[in-house]
Each structure stands twice: as structure tokens, then as C-alpha cells.
């Protein structure tokens, strides 16, 4: 929200922190535990079988981009709504199955993780999840937006995706 924030120049005033809704976490652990999904785990080792890209927003709600190996595509939002489905789509699976062989590339600069902690506001969290292991990289999203971190270009493959995906959802 802070790179939407300084390109628009829009200030907004802080909005008190609520938990994220209970649909939310359970279609975000479904994504996570992906790792250890025999249909998923299958795969070879160094094949990704998920990815997420997380944002952490004022509000203290999460929106969550989860992509799949098996063309899964959806985006959850913290308070409980959602896109499910939309790798049912080609233009929207292309943009998935580029972005997971995209992320093989930053493998390098994650670490393993056992812990998928929500990023906190103004923050975009990444999990690569391979067959039976996680790794994770942060960083602020303002960085990742103005193309001044590592991470940036799997962050604006993962907007592209979000862009897919709405442009192919029903309104």
C-alpha cells in the first residue's frame, strides 16, 4: 500500500487491526500445506509445487496470491472474500505456471522456513514451496514497487498475475 500510497499521494489516516477471517486463514493453510499434497509432492524435488506472494495492508488485513502447480490460481483477501479458480482460465494459468518456473530463479535468495507467519503492513512476504519444504523471502512493498529490491521482479510477475486474474474473473 505505501508504493499505491506515494504513487497517488494518498494519505490515509490508521484503520485499527482485525484478524484476519477464518475462511481466509483456512484457504491460505490449504495453499501452504500444498507441500506435503501427494498429487503436489510428487513432483521432483527442485520443481516448485506452490507459490504465495502476501501483502500486509493498513487495515491489517492480508491479501494472499496463491499459485499452484497443478494451475490453481486464486487470491484470497483477509476479511474473508476471495477469487478461487481462475487458473480455469489460459491466459490466467499461463500467468501462473511463468511465474512458479520465474521463481526457481530467487530460490537462491529465500530462506527455509517451518513458520508462515502474515506480513505486517507495507510488507509482501514470499513462500516457495517445494515437495516437502518452504523457503521464504520478505521485503517492503514500496521497494519491491519501485524496482529497488532483489525481489522486485518476481513481485511485478505475481501483480501481473493478480491482473490476470482479474481481468478473467467474473464481475
Known amino acids: 500500500m505505501n508504493f499505491l500510497r506515494r504513487l497517488f499521494g494518498r494519505q490515509s489516516a490508521p484503520v485499527a487491526q482485525k484478524p484476519p477471517a477464518e475462511a481466509f486463514l483456512g484457504l491460505r493453510t490449504l495453499a501452504l500445506d500444498s507441500r506435503n499434497d501427494p498429487n503436489l509432492s510428487g513432483s521432483p524435488a527442485d520443481e516448485p509445487v506452490a507459490l504465495l506472494m502476501e501483502s500486509g495492508h493498513d487495515s491489517g488485513v492480508a ?17 474473508g472474500g476471495g477469487i478461487l479458480g481462475s487458473g480455469n482460465h489460459a491466459p490466467v494459468a499461463e500467468s501462473n ?7 526457481k530463479e530467487f530460490a537462491a535468495m529465500m530462506s527455509p522456513t517451518t513458520e508462515f507467519p ?18 521464504t523471502a520478505e521485503a517492503g512493498e514500496s521497494e519491491l514497487g519501485w524496482k529497488r529490491h532483489a525481489l522486485s521482479p518476481l513481485f511485478h510477475s505475481g501483480q501481473a498475475v493478480i491482473t490476470q486474474i482479474r481481468l478473467h474473473s467474473p464481475r
Open 63 to 79: 491479501v494472499t496470491l496463491a499459485c499452484l502447480a497443478d494451475g490453481t490460481t486464486s487470491l484470497y483477501f483477509g476479511h
Open 97 to 103: 505456471k511463468a511465474w512458479l518456473t520465474q521463481a
Open 118 to 135: 502474515l506480513p505486517a503492513t507495507g510488507r509482501v512476504r514470499f513462500y516457495l514451496l517445494f515437495p516437502g519444504r518452504a523457503l
